[in-house]
């Protein structure tokens, strides 16, 4: 059986890194207190970094048990690795929505995007998504926003 977690997080840890490079190179000047545009960038793509360690770090399982058992696992692989290929597309859109629409209208509804793919089809209660989404929404305004006095994202239209 092939595991795909191994491959999965090397891609992750060079995503992460590439992302973490080419956020570095983006040249600003700020304030002594400001954290600046390079802050949201270096914070995710180091998450994607941890996960990918995460993944390639953990010991792989060895199913040597049934093939029914295999053959569960290999379709929980296709799925995790469909859903991971979604996240990375959620987080190229989420980009883009930054930069269009501006956080308080692209933060919510990623966040809602994000937790209707991470629950899954079994899982998902649409008002906890929209719980997550007001909250994490209110609460990254509260820290950065209101506590460290930066300002977030306004977007092209708003």
């Not at 180091?46 to 290999?74: H, I, N, P, Y």
């Not at 799925?79 to 996240?87: A, D, K």
């Not at 930054?98 to 089809?121: D, E, K, Q, R, S």
Request: aromatic letters at 12%.
């Amino acid at each position: 059986m092939m595991n795909t977690e191994k491959p999965l997080g090397a891609g992750l840890i060079a995503f992460g890194a590439a992302g973490i490079w080419a956020t570095l190179q983006i040249s600003v000047r700020t304030f002594n207190d400001d954290p600046g545009p390079q802050l949201f960038p270096i914070l995710g793509f180091s998450l994607l970094v941890l996960c990918g360690l995460g993944m390639l770090l953990t010991r792989a399982r060895q199913s040597k048990v049934l093939t029914e058992a295999e053959a569960d696992a290999v379709q929980e692989a296709r799925s995790s690795t469909l859903r991971g290929v979604v996240m990375a597309g959620l987080l190229v859109a989420y980009s883009l929505a930054l930069w269009i629409f501006g956080y308080y209208i692209a933060t919510p509804l990623m966040v809602y995007a994000f937790y209707h793919t991470i629950a899954g089809p079994e899982r998902r209660v649409w008002w906890r998504g929209a719980l997550y989404a007001a909250a994490v929404t209110l609460g990254v305004h509260l820290v950065f926003a209101e506590m460290l006095n930066t300002l977030l994202p306004t977007g092209l239209l708003f």
